[in-house]
């Protein structure tokens, strides 16, 4: 590199800056962050349309009174779960879907699935959405789980109002007895031949999204369908947490077992909010359904809000994931720590650790790679896979120009992608530094 005098007092300046940190000579490694940020919308998808809450709330009051003239519940095996079933199939059917009820027995008594298929769209890439419309004995079951029925069910009305055109297929399920074991969602997925498993993309499970003292939970069970409800959440400026009860404990769990991936919201049943949540949602630290399993599990154990944000983000899902033309980006995972790079000396690197990506990395996949540095000719940059592998990214090139702030595709079909990934960087010449800015992943 040419030497000039300016460069000189900067580099002696970073030198000292990297003796007394004791960087010098060393590879520091900025610690990998668990830091996964939602991917954008994917490319094509549509807008979604606000979802009416007055429309949300009528379904939930047809449902309260379906139990009110069914013995106070709407069960498996009751009078008031088959009224249910009706209900829905009925508006439904006059909406223009292709409705199927799918009958099984359990405990003795019949029970009954419901399917509604939006005509058109990929028959080969299905998008699900379902909710259990059975409740306990004990109660009408309006949050649990009239709340998750009313909000795919007013969705799919609006997916007839607009006539949309999806580039998926859409489906939505309301089952029966999930409250006896996810019976109707396991005797659906296990009549499903492997053929048609395939085909379904995505299922989508909405079962408690409107609980009085709510907080905003996540599946985190599949990165994309996770990623696209917290960039909902995140575009109305409601922060999100991770849902950490819900494994196998509704009936997304008969289709995960099945290997499809899955998402969905939960605004909580009866576990206590903490003070830190009450700070973040506001409400009260008690149970987040105090109403839970219960003869109150009505009308009045509905919190608005969160109903009606839940719907909005039920929307959204069907809308983005359903219209999108090209399959929405991955997940991402990012180091924004900053890591001094010495200046003619050692290699360091900045990672990542991927996880709840399966199989092998895409052949596309994108990492973008920012390093502040006032002589991009001095550095040697490379990807490195969490088995070693190493692809060269800047040999260098670049002569006296500053910094590197570029995304690369790396065809990495042949790594792992769960793992740690780094960034490694040299300066192979006196004079002249800089450092890691940021190092991510985009799969
Ligand atoms: N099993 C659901 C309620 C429930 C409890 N934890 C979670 C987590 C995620 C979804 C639902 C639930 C029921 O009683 O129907
Ligand atoms: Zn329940
Ligand atoms: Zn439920
Ligand atoms: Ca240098």
Redesign the pocket.
């Known amino acids: 590199m040419n030497l000039s005098v300016p460069r000189r007092a900067t580099a002696v300046a970073a030198l000292t800056v990297l003796a007394v940190t004791g960087l010098a000579g060393t590879t520091a490694t900025a610690a990998p962050p668990s830091a996964q940020t939602a991917p954008a919308a994917p490319a094509g998808a549509l807008a979604a349309p606000d979802i009416p809450l007055a429309n949300v709330k009528q379904h939930l009051a047809d449902l309260q009174s379906i139990a009110t003239a069914n013995g106070g519940n709407r069960a498996h095996g009751r009078t008031g779960y088959k009224a249910s079933i009706d209900f829905v199939k009925a508006k439904l059917d006059a909406a223009g879907f292709t409705t199927t009820v799918q009958q099984f027995t359990y405990n003795g008594t019949t029970g009954y699935n419901l399917i509604a298929d939006w005509p058109g769209g990929d028959a080969n890439q299905v998008l699900m959405a379902g909710a ?1 419309l059975d409740s306990v004995t004990s109660g009408p079951g309006i949050n ?2 009239g709340s998750g029925s009313a909000g795919i069910l007013e969705t799919a009305l609006a997916v007839s109002r607009a006539n949309l055109q999806p580039t998926k297929h859409l489906r939505f399920g309301w089952w029966g007895a ?2 006896l074991g996810l019976v109707g969602s396991k005797h659906y997925v296990n009549n499903l031949p492997s053929t048609e498993r395939s085909k379904i993309t995505g299922y989508l ?1 909405f ?2 999204i409107a609980s009085k003292n709510a907080g905003y939970f996540v599946y985190d069970d599949d990165p994309t369908l996770e990623g696209v409800f917290k960039n909902y959440f995140a575009g109305i400026g409601v922060p999100t947490e991770i ?1 950490t ?2 494994d196998g ?2 009936d997304h769990a008969s289709f995960k077992n099945v290997g499809i991936p899955v998402g ?1 919201l ?1 605004t909580g ?1 009866s576990r206590v909010k903490t003070s830190a949540q009450v700070q973040k949602w506001g409400g009260t630290a008690t149970a987040f359904d105090s109403c ?2 219960s003869s109150c599990d009505t009308t009045a154990a509905v919190n608005d809000t969160a109903l009606d944000r839940n719907s909005d983000a039920i929307a959204h899902a069907i809308w983005t994931l359903g219209t999108a033309t090209t399959p929405p980006p991955g997940p991402v995972f990012e180091n924004t720590a900053d890591v001094s790079i010495p200046d003619n000396g050692a290699a360091v690197t900045s990672s990542v650790t991927v996880s709840g990506v399966t199989g092998n990395a895409p052949a596309t996949l994108k990492v973008g790679v920012d390093i502040v540095h006032t002589y991009v000719g001095d550095l040697v940059v490379d990807l490195i896979a969490p088995d070693g592998s190493v692809y060269n990214l800047h040999n260098r090139s670049g002569g006296s120009a500053d910094n590197i702030v570029q995304t690369y595709t790396v065809n990495a079909s042949s790594e792992v992608a769960g793992g740690v990934w780094k960034l490694r960087v040299q300066d192979k010449a006196a004079i002249d530094t800089g450092y890691i800015n940021s190092f991510k992943l985009t799969f």
Do not use: I
């Open positions: 259990h649990d789980n999930e409250e499970n079962d408690m849902e009860e819900g404990r509704s969905g939960f049943a839970y399993h």
